[in-house]
C-alpha cells in the first residue's frame, strides 16, 4: 500500500515536471528549486524532497495560466 502511494505521487511529480517543460516554465522552476535549497536549513531535507516541493509548486502556481 506503502510503495503504490509512491508510485503515484512519483508519477504525479514525472507528469508535472513534463508540463512545466511543456509550458516553457522550466528556468522558473529551476530558480524556484535554487531558491529553496539555498534557504533549506533542515539537514534531514535532500535535493529530492527540495525539488520535488519546487515542481508542486511551479505546477500549482501555473497550471492556470
Do not use: T
Amino acid at each position: 500500500e506503502i510503495s503504490a502511494c509512491l508510485v503515484g505521487s512519483e508519477m504525479c511529480i514525472r507528469d508535472s515536471f513534463q508540463w512545466i517543460k511543456d509550458n516553457g516554465l522550466k528556468d522558473k522552476l529551476y530558480a524556484l528549486y535554487i531558491r529553496k535549497k539555498n534557504n533549506n536549513d533542515d539537514p534531514n531535507k535532500h535535493s529530492r524532497s527540495l525539488f520535488a516541493e519546487a515542481v508542486n509548486a511551479c505546477y500549482n502556481e501555473n497550471c492556470d495560466e
